[in-house]
T-cell receptor, first 120, second 112 residues
Framework: AQTVTQSQPEMSVQEAETVTLSCTYD???????LFWYKQPPSRQMILVIR??????QNATENRFSVNFQKAAKSFSLKISDSQLGDTAMYFC?????????????????FGQGTILTVHP | DGGITQSPKYLFRKEGQNVTLSCEQN?????MYWYRQDPGQGLRLIYY???????QKGDIAEGYSVSREKKESFPLTVTSAQKNPTAFYLC???????????FGPGTRLTVL
């Protein structure tokens, strides 16, 4: 079974600074997908960034980038130039590949989340 | 605009009643999902459906039921058998299983 662990229940950062959110996961699969989702106070889940495990290059989306360490099963999110609108709960999520089959197929497993507060 | 809609936004239920939460998508996605979120927690999968007329139990299916009669719609019924139904419910869809999931705005269910 897959597990996703976010060890930081809460984080805070000053506006314009950089913050890194941690995520580790456990799987026996060699290929899979990883995501970071953002849930602001409106509670709408928004995809921030995705990473395919077979790609060595770290994904980047504007101010958001990841540090994907496959051997360590680590998938951290770095937010640069933090903005007040980045205040939200952030979830790391894992999904097995299309050919996983069994009971894991189609299941997106979420971590417990990290509450990020950006201070002015 | 393409997207996922959920209704109602807030729902109140008396104990012993069944209630149905609506989820509709116009993204032409084959796969749809229902998640439950409790305060301060991550999302847990209730049911998912890969195609019309097919659905599978997730991790916490007990006390819930679904149907998938149309590609666009995936309603969730919270039955009286669900012992602790007060939670935030999120619907999602994706092009196929293991694809990027897009979420609706959610329904907050409270049992009185």
């Amino acid at each position: 079974a897959q597990t996703v662990t976010q060890s930081q229940p809460e984080m805070s950062v000053q506006e314009a600074e950089t913050v890194t959110l941690s995520c580790t996961y456990d799987t026996s699969e060699s290929n899979y997908y990883l995501f970071w989702y953002k849930q602001p106070p409106s509670r709408q889940m928004i995809l921030v960034i995705r990473q395919e495990a077979y790609k060595q290059q770290n994904a980047t989306e504007n101010r958001f980038s990841v540090n994907f360490q496959k051997a360590a099963k680590s998938f951290s999110l770095k937010i640069s130039d933090s903005q007040l609108g980045d205040t939200a709960m952030y979830f790391c999520a894992f999904i097995p590949p299309l050919n996983a089959g069994g009971t894991s197929y189609g299941k997106l497993t979420f971590g417990q989340g990290t509450i990020l507060t950006v201070h002015p | 605009d393409g997207g996922i809609t959920q209704s109602p936004k807030y729902l109140f239920r008396k104990e012993g009643q069944n209630v149905t939460l609506s989820c509709e998508q116009n993204l032409n996605h084959d796969a749809m999902y229902w998640y439950r979120q409790d305060p301060g927690q991550g999302l847990r999968l209730i049911y998912y459906s890969q195609i019309v007329n097919d659905f599978q139990k997730g991790d916490i299916a007990e006390g819930y039921s679904v149907s998938r009669e149309k590609k666009e719609s995936f309603p969730l019924t919270v039955t009286s058998a669900q012992k602790n139904p007060t939670a935030f419910y999120l619907c999602a869809s994706s092009i196929g299983l293991a694809g990027e999931q897009f979420f609706g705005p959610g329904t907050r269910l409270t049992v009185l």
